[in-house]
């Protein structure tokens, strides 16, 4: 490790802090329905659209009419993506001729793109027209995005209102989210990008001749535009497979800081609104800070891991810690943190190969996202994973003190506690069950492109990712077969639905609860000690799930480097 590797993770970090109060502050006048500088310009097209829809911006609604209303929408789009896979061949905006893509992994994709984890068993460039890229992939980068905020905000609005039957309408959520947030802030990127040299463009592939005389096909197309919204809505599906190590997607250093700001600008600013909404600005640095501790932790880890490097290689003579699968343009510094930011935010982009990290330094992406991906996590999906472990945190001390648990004024309660239960142990659940069968089935072993713990390590990381809905993997797994398209895109669909659901049954049980006054006994929850309450319950329940698995995978594998073996 380096002081200028150190000095420009903590860049990083300070851009990242000086944006949540502002941003923040903006996102809550967006969704509390105040008047912003975009108003002039935007709020007639939002009531253009409420009319289009049949429904106006004052109507609210119950927890489980929002739920619906979320999971028709997340259907009716799934639906759109596989339909227009299946028949790209026959539509327009396909200059290069892409055939349609095969059922399964269409299934896949569909799935993916719907549940914001953005795992792609294919090549983009080789596999998706413009017209699948666009209005397919991308539009599902912004609603699949916008759905998790609005979830969110729901969330937020159940600790903020009392005696309330409503959480809000999903309708105005997600028109808002689309609207004034995630569409203005993409068209800044997009022109950024562009500036910096990405491509966008309708044009077909180019063919060039290299210099040793051979022909090259460049790809190219809408690259912008996609970019864009994949880092600012955690999406993380690249238009190039090797996404964000590919120069026309990352061209130089200052695309690399704004991908990464950008992926985490959102959630960071999340917590800013909860304070904001609940009238107290300092619980929401509270989750901040236990989020914030947690990030350092890992990068310091993954850092440390990917300078040292392996034992074998020095032994060699070869000095500079673990390089392969680097962009060199970027190195070890910025490749760890751009590969903890990614799966501490549910994002999935890479700058660098996961799968090519040292043992520990690609545990530590596994453990962001075995923890629920609440580091950050994906656009509003971190904040309400985080708010899970809240309730059980505040449970927890209950227990400790002898008194019923309170949280910001509201009890809480069996109720709370088991719908939180039930959507933290899903995720385990589709992990794990599925990681035990595809390390055993035949034909779920045959795609494993490493042999021991390594190769477990790829099974694991797989359905990790697709639970956690991050989509990043460990590229040597071959995943595009009937057996791995179908179950991570279950395992997908669990690890999306199955916790938005509990955590709305959350925000509309504490909706109808009256507020309650603090008193002397009242645990406070914008202090250390609740942080440092927070993070050991987070840790405890992800070291309890998953070491097991953590030890014959990652664990084992340092190990073996360390007595001389590789895999």
Not at 215 to 238: D, E, F, H
Not at 356 to 381: D, H, R
Not at 426 to 433: E, F, K, R, S, V
Request: hydrophobic share 50%.
């Amino acid at each position: 490790m380096t002081l200028y590797g150190w000095i420009q993770i903590l860049v990083f970090c300070a851009i990242v802090l000086a944006l949540v109060k502002p941003l923040g502050g903006y996102m809550t006048r967006v969704f509390n329905g105040e008047r912003t500088f975009l108003s002039p310009v935007l709020a007639p097209v939002e009531r253009g659209l409420y009319a289009l829809a049949g429904t106006h911006e004052r109507e609210e609604q119950h927890w489980s009419a929002y739920a619906i209303a979320l999971l028709l929408f997340n259907l009716s789009g799934l639906l759109l993506l596989y339909g227009l896979q299946r028949f790209q061949g026959l539509l327009p905006l396909n200059p290069d001729g892409m055939s349609a893509v095969a059922p399964d992994l269409a299934f896949n994709t569909a799935v993916s793109f719907v549940t914001n984890t953005n795992w792609q068993g294919y090549g983009g460039e080789s596999t998706m027209s413009y017209l699948t890229q666009m209005l397919g992939l991308t539009v599902q980068n912004f609603v699949s995005g916008a759905t998790g905020i609005a979830v969110a905000v729901a969330l937020i609005r159940g600790f903020a209102r009392a005696s309330a039957k409503s959480v809000g309408s999903f309708w105005v959520d997600l028109t808002r989210a689309t609207l004034y947030l995630l569409l203005p802030l993409c068209i800044l990127l997009t022109l950024a990008y562009v500036a910096s040299g990405v491509p966008q463009t309708l044009d077909a592939s180019v063919t060039a001749t290299a210099l040793e005389g051979t022909q090259q096909t460049i790809a190219r197309g809408p690259v912008a535009s996609q970019l864009a919204i994949k880092m600012l809505g955690t999406n993380g599906g690249g238009f190039f497979n090797a996404n964000s190590a590919h120069p026309f997607e990352n061209p130089d250093a200052v695309t690399n800081l704004l991908q990464m700001v950008s992926i985490f600008a959102i959630g960071a600013a999340l917590t800013n609104v909860f304070g904001r909404m609940v009238g107290n600005e300092r619980q929401g640095w509270a989750i901040l800070s236990a989020m914030g501790t947690l990030f350092i932790a890992a990068i310091a880890v993954c850092y440390w891991a990917e300078a040292a490097g392996n034992p074998l290689v020095q032994a060699l003579g070869l000095q500079g810690g673990n390089l392969e699968g680097k962009e060199m343009r970027f190195g070890i510094p910025l490749s760890a943190l751009f590969a903890v930011v990614t799966t501490a935010a549910s994002c999935g982009a890479v700058n660098a190969m996961h799968g090519s990290f040292t043992a520990l330094g690609g545990m530590i992406p596994l453990i962001n996202m075995e923890l629920g991906e609440v580091i950050i996590g994906g656009v509003g999906a971190g904040f309400y994973g985080i708010i899970l472990f809240v309730v059980l945190a505040i449970f927890v001390a209950g227990l400790m003190v002898g008194r019923t648990p309170e949280y910001l004024g509201k009890k809480v309660e069996a109720r709370e506690v088991k719908m939180a239960m039930l959507a933290i142990l899903c995720l385990p659940a589709g992990i794990l069950g599925f990681t035990a069968v595809s390390v055993v089935l035949p034909d779920a072993v045959a795609s494993v492109g490493n042999g021991g713990p390594h190769g477990f390590s790829e099974v694991l990381y797989a359905y990790t990712s697709a639970a956690a809905n991050n989509g990043s993997a460990f590229a040597s797994l071959s995943a595009n077969t009937l057996w791995y398209n179908t179950t991570l895109g279950i395992t997908m669909l669990i690890g999306r639905f199955l916790v938005i659901i509990p955590a709305l049954a959350i925000a509309g049980s504490l909706a109808a609860k009256k507020s309650i006054p603090s008193s002397a006994g009242t645990f406070p929850t914008d202090g250390p000690l609740f942080v440092g309450l927070l993070v050991g319950v987070i840790l405890i329940v992800g070291g309890l799930t998953f070491f097991p698995a953590l030890a014959v995978g990652p664990i084992v594998e340092h190990l073996a480097m360390l007595a001389g073996q590789s895999f």
